[in-house]
Every structure is written in structure tokens, then in C-alpha cells.
């Protein structure tokens, strides 16, 4: 037998193997917005930077939960443990028959070319992290010069941040163009009230800016006295996903057909239910098919 190119981390749970059948039924057209690949390593390197080393997790299967959980589309979001090395991402992409599109992560050297060909892929938006468990934060300038530089396309930006780092980082990214999109509403602290000052920052906001949105996805991590009230609040400027294989999590693996059995909990109408999971989702990534 041959050695696995890459050992994953002691401790890493991989995906749960048989997720039930959701009891929800998404609206057609539905996305995901908000999930990942992992590799495979032998494939697809993992970064030599990486600060974690997961379990392999492929194409074919995003693709064969996505049909098991009732969407039609992913948004396929690279993964920090690949670094700005984006193979495995446009491979994904290449292989979806168009169901498709991807956020990048670069670096700030790219040139103009490599990104139009990263656009010719599929991609729609990069990708920064600001939580330092998981990568070396970027300056402000290297974020501010890419941001500028991705308008032209018509892409938009993703910032994982975590709720506890708005206060040094909420006036800089309140200065950046175009469409910012937060992670997992910027990671709030579940073991404060969702009225308490660092979450309440977050919706602020986004209250004072109308280019900013927000993924109401991972309510595993995020949610321990019941949801706020974000997708109400700004129905037109919200996305979900499952953030399938669930990176990081060391006590729980979650079902992810319970996942999208909670969707009604944060988009409590119809109404709601097609804003934040068809027609968002679409007129972020996939503009030329909604006029």
C-alpha cells in the first residue's frame, strides 16, 4: 500500500459519510454558496504554508451531496489550506457542467492576465483571511490594491473575519470598492448575547454600507440561543451554504442535510427562501443569466 502524500492533522474529523435527506425543500435553482475542496493531496498539493492538512475532499463528492441535499449550483470557495495555488478550484469548476463559479485567493503579484484567465475559469471573487489561527494576514495595501484591480471584472471580495477583530478592522474595509462579502456573518462569539457590542458592530455595518453582505451559513459554529435576525433584516444581500467538509471542527461533525433543514429558521418565508438561495446567489456569480 502506498503512503498518502499528505496525513491529515490528528483530530480532524472528516465529513459526515451518509447525510440524511433533507426534509426542506430548496426552491429550484438553489445554490451553494458558501463550500470547499479539499485536493485530492496527491493531486492537488496542499500549500506548503498551510497551517492545517485535511481530509481529502473531491469534486465528485461536493458534486454528489449537491444533488443529495436538492441544489442545482455551488460556489466553491478556496480553501486556505491550498493557498493562492486555486488548480483545485478550477478543476472543480471545469468539471460542474456549469453549475459552478469560484472565489479565488491570490497573491498580490498576480498579473492582470492571470486573473483574467482565473475569470475566463469561473472565478467571481477573491478570497482574504483575517483569522490568524488559520493564515498570515495580508497588509491593508496588498487587499486595498487587489480590490481595486478586480472592480474591472466585476468581481467582489470575501473577508473571513471574526466578530472580536471589527473594532481595528471595520473603518478599513468600510473604505474598500466595490461588493464585500462576509464569511459566516464575521464569525460572531456564540458565548455572547447576539445583542452584545462585537455582533452588533457587524450589523452596523452593514447597515452603513450597502456593499457589504453576508453568508448566514455555518449555524453549527455560530448559533447557541437561536438565529439573529440578518437574513430579515437584509434579504437582498445574504447567502448560504454548508461549507461542506466543514474545515476545523475537532468535537462534531454536522449532518448536512439537518443544515439545510435549518434554513427555514433564518428565512422564514418563501419570499426569503428564493432571495437567499436562488436569486442572490445568481446575480452575484452567475449575472448574465438573471438580465
Known amino acids: 500500500m502506498s503512503t498518502p502524500a499528505f496525513q491529515m492533522d490528528e483530530g480532524w474529523l472528516e465529513f459526515h459519510p451518509s447525510p440524511a435527506k433533507p426534509g426542506f425543500k430548496v426552491p429550484a435553482g438553489a445554490v451553494d454558496a458558501h463550500c470547499h475542496v479539499f485536493g485530492p493531496g496527491d493531486t492537488f498539493p496542499y500549500a506548503p504554508t498551510r497551517k492545517y492538512t485535511p481530509c481529502d475532499a473531491s469534486k465528485k463528492q461536493l458534486f454528489a451531496l449537491r444533488d443529495h441535499l436538492g441544489f442545482e449550483r455551488n460556489v466553491i470557495v478556496q480553501a486556505t489550506c491550498h493557498g493562492a495555488d486555486n488548480r483545485a478550484l478550477v478543476d472543480a469548476i471545469a468539471h460542474s457542467a456549469g453549475k459552478a463559479r469560484g472565489v479565488a485567493t491570490v497573491s498580490r503579484d498576480i498579473s492582470d492576465a492571470a486573473l483574467r484567465q482565473l475569470d475566463t475559469d469561473g472565478v467571481r471573487g477573491i478570497r482574504f483571511s483575517f483569522v490568524k489561527r488559520l493564515v498570515d494576514v495580508p497588509p491593508h495595501d496588498t487587499l486595498a490594491g487587489l480590490a481595486e484591480r478586480i472592480q474591472p471584472l466585476g468581481w467582489h471580495l470575501v473577508i473571513y473575519v471574526e466578530s472580536r477583530d471589527l473594532p481595528e478592522l471595520g473603518e478599513f474595509f468600510s ?11 464575521a464569525r460572531p462569539d456564540v458565548t455572547q448575547d447576539i445583542n452584545g457590542q462585537a455582533f ?41 451554504g454548508t461549507d461542506w467538509p466543514h474545515p476545523n471542527l475537532k468535537s462534531h461533525m454536522p449532518d448536512d442535510g439537518e443544515l439545510v433543514d ?5 428565512a422564514v418565508t418563501e419570499a426569503l427562501q428564493k432571495k437567499l438561495l436562488v436569486d442572490n446567489p445568481m446575480r452575484l456569480y452567475w449575472p448574465e443569466e438573471t438580465g
Open 200 to 240: 452588533q458592530l457587524f450589523v452596523q455595518l452593514l447597515h452603513h454600507n450597502e456593499n457589504m453582505w453576508a453568508k448566514v451559513s455555518c449555524p453549527d459554529r455560530l448559533s447557541q440561543s437561536g438565529p439573529p435576525r440578518i437574513v430579515e433584516t437584509f434579504p437582498d444581500r445574504v447567502l448560504w
Open 262 to 266: 435549518y434554513i427555514p429558521k433564518i
Open 175 to 185: 473604505t474598500l470598492p466595490g461588493t464585500i462579502v462576509f464569511d459566516h456573518m
